[in-house]
């Protein structure tokens, strides 16, 4: 028996004389119990605005700059060029690499050494790294936030906490949302998920930011059209 097994048990052995709620429940999503589940009111607006797809992708950009990450835009055939220009320009030998990330985006980055994604790698190995490449799960306009989850062209979570230097794949419009609660329809709260908005950063108590405290201190964005 696993420890959420464990658990689960427990708090049905301690609700079974509690009488059930007679409301609907909501509908069921991966990874959740349906038994346990209870009717919440869902009539907020889920986004500010009547914003044209072009519109959306505009603000995503604006406030992933706000945030203080570097956006890049292009299109599919572009994008090779891009990424090997942006490690060129960071000077970048190694860059980490996601097993299913798309092996054109690193055509024309001839200079840097291709290092896999690998469990046994040491926060060490991986701190000696230059730069790391991913995919997104969703990107969120109106706050400015990549969501990671963990897929094939994104890899395991370590890999974009622990190198500096982060290049961040966004594919437009298909993976960008207006809010907060439309990207939670995309997600499956079972997968490691990881929120980010811009790079890592921090400030102590005089207000002087720190960047690159927990995770990259220079995350750029490549929103790629056509994809």
């Known amino acids: 028996m696993s420890s959420r097994d464990l658990i689960l048990g427990r708090v049905r052995r301690a609700l079974a004389d509690v009488p059930k709620d ?27 605005g009547d914003r044209t ?15 203080r990450a570097i956006v890049h835009r292009t299109d599919t055939g572009g994008l090779p060029g891009v990424i090997a220009r942006l490690l060129a320009e960071r000077g970048s030998r190694t860059v980490l690499v996601p097993s299913g990330l798309p092996t054109e985006w690193l ?9 896999p994604d690998s469990a046994a790698s040491t926060p060490h190995e991986l701190d000696e790294i ?13 706050t400015g936030t990549i969501v990671l989850d ?9 890999i974009t906490l622990v190198p500096d230097h982060h290049i961040c794949v966004v594919r437009v419009p298909g993976q960008v949302v207006s809010s907060v609660p439309q ?7 079972a ?7 811009g790079p890592s950063a921090t400030s102590d108590i005089e207000l002087d930011r720190v960047e690159g405290v927990h ?13």
């Open 183 to 189: 990207a939670l329809d995309r997600l499956d709260p």
């Open 53 to 67: 797809t072009e519109q959306t992708v505009d603000l995503l950009a604006e406030n992933l700059a706000d945030y």
């Open 22 to 48: 007679d409301t609907p429940p909501v509908p069921e999503r991966p990874g959740r119990d349906p038994q346990y589940e209870q009717a919440v009111d869902r009539t907020y607006l889920r986004e500010h």
């Open 130 to 142: 230059d730069s790391v490449v991913t995919g997104c799960a969703v990107a969120i306009a109106e």
């Open 107 to 115: 055509a024309e980055a001839a200079d840097a050494t291709r290092v």
């Open 191 to 197: 997968r490691p998920l990881t929120w980010i908005s």
């Open 150 to 158: 963990g897929g094939p062209d994104q890899g395991r979570r370590r």
């Open 215 to 227: 995770g990259p201190r220079t995350l750029e964005v490549v929103l790629v059209t056509g994809d």
